[in-house]
């Protein structure tokens, strides 16, 4: 796949699913923008000095203006938008007795808000592009589709509902401007962190990182030219 000179801004680019995702998108060619809330998301980060790649650093995307401002800096940087992949977000467990609403609120603000700041920023700027269009891909979770999964993790469930909510009502409203929007929903994903946490889980049966990153890739490329409005399920075996 050839992404040369295809813009893409990739949201939790320097996480385990997100540099599967951008290792794909740098080795086809994409120009590639990543906002960081903390710099030390990048300690481990090995593309950081590859030099198709834009970082900025301590952009919240919880804050508007932030997002805007990022946006803008990484589009006079790697040039005009064609896809934004919003991947950054926040696991957090606890029954509803357990969660406060300032709990419930940071859920939210981690999930939802980032994810309705990053699109509105991506819409503006795509509709502003020379491609006529764009894509846009935002990550969902099992969850969000199957309420009773969340059992445990209530407001986890309900900011990922909001995601795939989000992903399916913009997918109708910006269709005309050749704009195509859709999300996955994972299960557990298969990353060191999910397996420190849960050392007697089966890992073989959840989805690799670079697994899910092949099906972004696609969502958010241009041979993706009729799919829209989609949660796509990517459940592996699990």
């Not at 540099?19 to 990048?42: F, W």
């Not at 993790?153 to 909001?162: I, L, S």
Request: charge should be negative; hydrophobic fraction near 35%.
């Amino acid at each position: 796949m050839d992404l040369a000179n295809r813009h893409f801004i990739i949201s939790g680019g320097t996480g385990a699913l997100g540099s599967a995702v951008t290792g794909r998108l740098l080795e086809a060619g994409a120009p590639c923008s990543i906002p960081c809330y903390d710099k030390s998301e990048l300690e481990h980060f090995e593309y950081k000095d590859h030099e198709n790649i834009y970082i900025q650093t301590g952009v919240d995307l919880a804050d508007e203006k932030a997002t805007q401002n990022f946006y803008t800096m990484a589009t006079n940087q790697n040039g005009p938008l064609w896809a934004s992949i919003h991947i950054a977000g926040g696991f957090g467990m606890g029954s509803i007795e357990d969660t406060p609403l300032a709990d419930f609120n940071k859920q939210l603000q981690m999930n939802t808000v980032t994810c309705y700041n990053a699109c509105r920023a991506a819409v503006q700027w795509m509709r502003e592009s020379e491609y006529g269009g764009g894509r846009i891909v935002n990550i969902a979770a099992r969850p969000a589709l199957e309420p009773r999964q969340g059992k445990g993790m209530t407001a986890y469930t309900v900011a990922k509902a909001g995601v795939a909510a989000l992903t399916e009502s913009l997918a109708a409203e910006v269709v005309g401007d050749g704009i195509l929007v859709n999300a996955i929903a994972p299960s557990v994903i298969d990353t060191p962190q999910n397996r420190e946490s849960m050392p007697d889980a089966n890992y073989e049966d959840w989805p690799k990182p670079g697994q899910l990153a092949r099906q972004i890739t696609y969502l958010s490329s241009p041979s993706n030219e009729v799919t829209r409005g989609s949660v796509v399920t990517v459940y592996g075996k699990s």
